[in-house]
């Protein structure tokens, strides 16, 4: 095998490869190999059949699909192992310029990592934001409290905004009734926003036992194609009429809900908490915008494969959190009232964000000279095992499989380049 290397104007680089005739020759016989079992040829048992035979029935070229992917895979690889300073990003294009009995051409079109020029990442300063927590989050805090023990008490009273009424309902359109409209014993907090339109503004004013005719417009974005801008009538029975109680803000509830024996001191505790969460928040952010100082300084023509495949990663990502909703992706796009395609642009600026930070990261951590060793995995996975027996890195990878072993690994990787940073930057 012989080969070629050419730079392409926009950075590509273009390996023409010359398989010679020999080579060629064993990638068919190779094929051959592989592949005669699949073959019924009248006269030979399957699988038995001569190779000239097969090439006779079905046409000279019936190994050549196979031939050329054994040859691409064989060749393409070493020529990587020899040209370490092209590093693809994405699968490259093959072209098959030239195949006949003498031997097989190749044009393969890489798309190389590109070269990154770092600013400055070291000796930066981040100033610390001042934390502050006030008196409405204290007291939002403490309202989640209370919200967490009210309890719903039945009155016998019209319906108000704020209570919980205890409903069935019936809906329809133009007198025929839609699935998913009806219900019984539903609970609907009423000034919740849960239903469609005013539908819940409509219930106030009503009694235990009163029925009526709730009429609604259903929006020209809702996720039932059926309904969408239609008008329904709705058929509501209130069967129950219940007001919530919430408890006093005292001693008392201090001492239920907590360690505490008063108020004072469950608020205080309250506040200190907070200004620990918002102190270990800013801390994070102080990192972020360490890594965002350091990513703005840099130099680097992000490939816009790489942009769109990270989109493609920020797509999946987004169905498999749908996934756990019920949902999926057709279903949102037409409740969103999108497409896909808009979708995908919404994302384009952050998955060229996200590039070119890894790619910069990437970079510090070539020039940093950091790893991390088998000796730190262990470690790392000894801090969380269960049984504090010693352990080789060959069982941390037989128990989490490779590609957690891999993404573990990894993780240890960027928690060393984030002290390197902190140690080297200035964040307090």
């Known amino acids: 095998m012989k080969y070629t290397k050419k730079i392409l104007d926009d950075k590509r680089v273009e390996f023409t490869i010359q398989v010679e005739k020999k080579e060629w020759e064993d ?56 040209e370490k300073e092209v590093e693809p990003v994405t699968n490259p294009d093959i ?3 030239k195949i006949d009995d003498n031997g097989l051409e190749l044009v393969v079109t890489v798309i190389p990592k590109p070269e990154v020029t ?8 981040v100033e610390k934001k001042e934390v502050k927590v006030t008196k409405e989050e204290v007291d939002h805090e403490l309202e989640h409290m209370r919200e967490a023990r009210v309890k719903y008490v039945g009155v016998d009273r019209e319906v108000k905004n704020g209570d919980v009424a205890t409903i069935d309902f019936e809906g329809s359109v133009d007198g025929v009734k839609f699935d998913g409209g009806s219900a019984t014993d539903f609970d609907l907090e009423i000034g919740s926003k849960s239903f469609i339109d005013n539908f819940e503004d409509q219930l106030i004013g009503l009694k235990k036992g ?22 329904a009538v709705f058929k509501v029975t209130v069967k129950d009429v219940k007001e919530k109680v919430y408890p006093e803000l005292d001693d008392k509830f201090a001492d239920e809900v907590s360690e505490f024996s008063t108020l004072k001191e469950l608020t205080d505790d309250t506040k200190k908490k907070l200004k620990e969460r918002k102190e270990k928040e800013e801390a994070s952010q102080r990192e972020s915008r360490l890594i965002e100082k350091i990513v703005d300084s840099a130099k680097v023509d992000v490939p816009e494969i790489m942009v769109e495949e990270q989109v493609d990663d920020f797509i999946k990502d987004f169905e498999y959190r749908l996934s756990y909703q019920g949902l999926n992706l057709d279903g949102y796009l037409k409740y969103a ?43 790392k996975f000894n801090e969380h095992a269960r049984d504090k027996k010693t352990v080789t890195i060959e069982d941390v990878r037989k128990t989490m499989g490779e590609e957690q072993f891999n993404y573990f690994a990894n993780s240890l990787l960027l928690n060393k380049l984030m002290n390197f940073l902190k140690s080297k930057n200035k964040l307090d």
């Open 118 to 125: 770092l600013g400055e990442y070291t000796g930066l300063t």
């Open 210 to 231: 009163e029925v009526k005719d709730v009429n609604v417009t259903f929006p020209e974005n809702y996720h039932v194609d059926s309904l969408k801008g239609k008008k």
């Open 27 to 82: 990638a068919l016989e190779n094929a051959y190999k592989e592949n005669k079992g699949k073959y019924n040829i009248q006269g030979f048992r399957k699988g038995h059949a001569p190779r000239k035979v097969i090439e006779k029935t079905y046409g000279d070229t019936v190994f050549y699909d196979d031939a050329i992917n054994n040859s691409f895979y064989r060749y393409y690889f070493e020529i990587l192992s020899k």
């Open 95 to 97: 072209r098959v310029s």
């Open 337 to 379: 009232n999108t497409t896909l395609e808009d979708l995908r642009k919404s994302r384009m600026e952050d998955a060229r964000k996200t590039v070119k930070t890894r790619l910069v990261l990437e970079k510090i951590i070539v020039n940093e000279k950091l790893d991390v060793t088998d000796e730190d995995i262990v470690n």
